[in-house]
């Protein structure tokens, strides 16, 4: 073996620990970096020997950098983003809800009963103006609260609308990313590190995806991202990426559609299960606002029925037959629903006309019998009465909330589980690091020290030669 090979040697493994410390240098660097997986250079020795002809040559080189990373736990975690981020929208949006239906003085509930208390004080003074005027004022103050808890859910659609167009907008510009990641990735060859921190990047882009929407997808054998809807449906293929676009109808999200072809609906794939954002805000505006307010146009149009059938039996302060309390349906409509369930003007105009008596005599047995409405199991089939039915309703949404934020604790506890064990396998560990930090160090100053003996060697052999 010539000294020129041990040269030759020694400059071999001095550019492969160099590559190796550049390498270690930039796990240090990279150690808080969310999604970065530890890069590892891959040593290969190189040469060959020849025994016989006394000839031989062993040197190493960097043949490829590995990426130290868990295919598996990577797919559990963006799995996991997806209903991580269904739950969170879905406890925003609870969270809000709840407090438009917020029980406290001066709250439906509360003012429910200040009306019935209202029709019994006018039955025991029907002739006093003050009780007259006390129940014209709580009934208006319970008509404007209950409209304006239905204006509010209204807002809550409309903002989920909004929202939906954002994370779509999201969704695309993400889609975009990874089909061009895509593109870089299988450009490099397979056995060099080129792609590894593209690979990463991706990894973070189909989290975020998964975060926003329900998807499943596979790597191919050119290491492409493919990317589908439950359904099949396709969003990314190779380098080609499908944008999605949102249409509307009245104010709400009637479907989900590819851009460039809106009549291939995506709405129901989409929505098939409880995973993604998106999902959570269509399902806002398709079951979770309406569920409520079908329970509170149902309460609204039961009270108005039983409260304006007594009304009309009765007669005023005047001696005539007493109209409606609160106004009727407007045609077509059979029922007062919740945004317009309002005191009747002519009350409004005239507390007088409220027909508090049964007879033209001017008792209070018909204000009696409306305030005992109260004890009538008039819902639900005739197993609960008006308070009894109002008060499930906010129950029922104090319990959905609460579901939701145990959802919410449940699903990050495992999301934060998994993101650790893939830290585990995945992260930088500065310990580890200095330690193959030395030991690369060890091996570039042993190679540089022997760059130094053979210049020496090479110098003895000189001064024999003269």
């Known amino acids: 073996m010539s000294l020129n090979s041990v040269l030759n040697t020694s400059k071999d493994s001095l550019l492969t620990y160099q590559l190796a410390i550049g390498l270690t240098g930039s796990n240090i660097a990279n150690v808080n970096t969310p999604g970065y997986s530890r890069q590892s250079p891959i040593l290969q020795t190189v040469g060959s020997a020849d025994v016989a002809a006394t000839r031989a040559q062993f040197s190493v080189n960097v043949s490829g950098i590995a990426r130290t990373y868990d295919k598996y736990l990577e797919n559990q975690i963006v799995d996991q983003a997806k209903t991580v981020g269904y739950g969170e929208a879905k406890s925003d949006v609870l969270d809000r809800i709840e407090g438009i239906f917020q029980e406290s003085s001066g709250g439906p509930s509360d003012l429910l009963n200040k009306f019935w208390n209202a029709w019994e004080e006018a039955s025991a003074n029907p002739g006093q103006q003050a009780a007259r005027n006390a129940l014209l004022s709580v009934a208006g103050n319970l008509t404007a609260t209950i409209r304006r808890i239905d204006s509010e859910l209204t807002q809550v659609v409309t903002d989920a609308g909004s929202r939906i167009d954002d994370v779509v907008s999201q969704i695309n510009i993400t889609l975009s990313k990874i089909a061009d990641l895509n593109s870089k990735i299988t450009s490099y060859a397979e056995d060099r590190g080129d792609a590894n921190t593209l690979k990463d990047s991706r990894t973070e882009l189909l989290m975020n995806l998964s975060d926003m929407l329900d998807i499943s997808y596979t790597e191919d054998d050119k290491g492409n991202v493919n990317v589908f809807l439950p359904g099949g449906q396709s969003l990314i293929l190779g380098s080609k990426s499908w944008q999605l676009a949102v249409e509307t ?178 992260g930088v560990s500065l310990d580890e690091e200095m330690m193959n930090l030395i030991k690369y160090q060890m091996s570039y100053n042993t190679s540089g020290k022997l760059v130094s003996t053979v210049n020496e060697m090479l110098a003895t052999l000189m001064q024999l030669v003269n």
């Not at 149009?301 to 409606?324: F, I, M, P």
């Open 249 to 426: 109808q009245g104010g709400t999200v009637s479907d989900i559609v590819y851009a460039d072809n809106s009549d291939k609906s995506l709405k129901n794939a989409i929505v098939s299960g409880e995973k993604g954002r998106l999902a959570a805000l269509v399902e806002v505006g398709d079951t979770l606002v309406p569920g409520y307010r079908d329970k509170l146009d149902s309460f609204v149009a039961k009270l108005v029925s039983e409260v304006n059938a007594l009304h009309r039996q009765g007669y005023d302060a005047s001696g005539n037959v007493g109209g409606d309390f609160f106004d009727p349906p407007a045609a077509p409509a059979t029922e007062v629903d919740a945004g317009s369930f309002r005191v009747s003007a002519a009350i409004v105009s005239d507390f007088n006309k409220i027909a508090a008596a049964s007879t033209v005599n001017g008792d209070g047995e018909n204000a009696l019998l409306i305030g005992q409405i109260r004890e009538k199991s008039v819902m639900s089939g005739g197993t609960s009465t008006l308070n009894d039915y109002y008060g499930s309703l906010v129950g029922e949404i104090g319990q959905d909330v609460a579901d939701a934020k145990n959802n919410v604790d449940y699903r990050t506890s495992v999301m934060t589980q998994l993101t650790n064990r893939r830290e585990s396998v995945s």
